[in-house]
DNA sequence: TAAAAAACCGATCCGCAATCGGTTTTTAGT
DNA sequence: ACTAAAAACCGATTGCGGATCGGTTTTTTA
């Protein structure tokens, strides 16, 4: 689960915009970071390869997406990164509200309405 | 803020135990996984170095132990692991709500007390 | 079907954790 | 204070994975 550094800078990149093909990329950032188009190339077939891009045949080349929404994937780096520290999800929470000692009144609004919606999806799962 | 394999292990086991040198670390870890003394001393020394174990002679050795609560460290694991691609909390926050898909009833009720608890912080220190 | 584009392969470089041998420094016992 | 043992420190090696890009094969298209 570990991103280089490019790596990173490709995938936000694909969030914001959505699919693209290599060409695309590397204009983006040939500019502002440099790097050849094998360069890219080679970058996003190994996010391809680790299951975070999907990617097409669009016409002529490759068109790579996102496999998964941004926040699916923060949910995932979070959990990845935490596996082999929390034993049980006590600690993930404590952790997460330490985290969360910068939030203004505002996000813990808008967490615990989140904590709600958790809930109610949750209650319709176990109607089913 | 990447952790190789023994480093995560040690700083665990310090966390379990509370403090103990390089002897202590060694003989714990000799049996089941192996490795010679010195490499325990390489890793707590990493380990120090970046800042996550504090030291202090005790005696004949140097007696390591963690640098910060784990509670702490998980949240700065978090961090690290979402800050290059979270520009404001929204994510963060929508992450880990994603991610707690799979906490049931009881860890949400405990999540929702640790946001008060937030709160009550909050306004304490706002106060002074 | 030939030129251009894209995909693929492989080599190299770099950084970092793990590992451990060997040397220096520190500690402790006499 | 002297010496032996213990601990700390240094440096070399290995292995892994990301970044980089040249060169070759495959695919597309005109």
Known sequence: MNLGELEKLVLNYLW????ADAKR???????TRGGSLNTI??????????????????????SYSPAMEKKAF?????????????????????????LSADLDEAHLDRLEALIKDSRQKKTQGDEK
Do not use: M
């Open 16 to 19: 914001s915009t959505g699919a």
């Open 74 to 98: 923060i949910g995932a780096l979070i959990k990845a990164a935490t596996q082999d520290f929390s034993t049980d999800h006590d600690h993930l929470l404590s952790a997460f509200v330490t």
């Open 41 to 62: 190339q080679s970058t996003l077939d190994r996010l391809h390869k680790k299951k975070f891009l999907t990617r097409e045949k669009q016409g002529h080349a490759f």
């Open 25 to 31: 990329v590397h204009d983006h950032f040939k500019t």
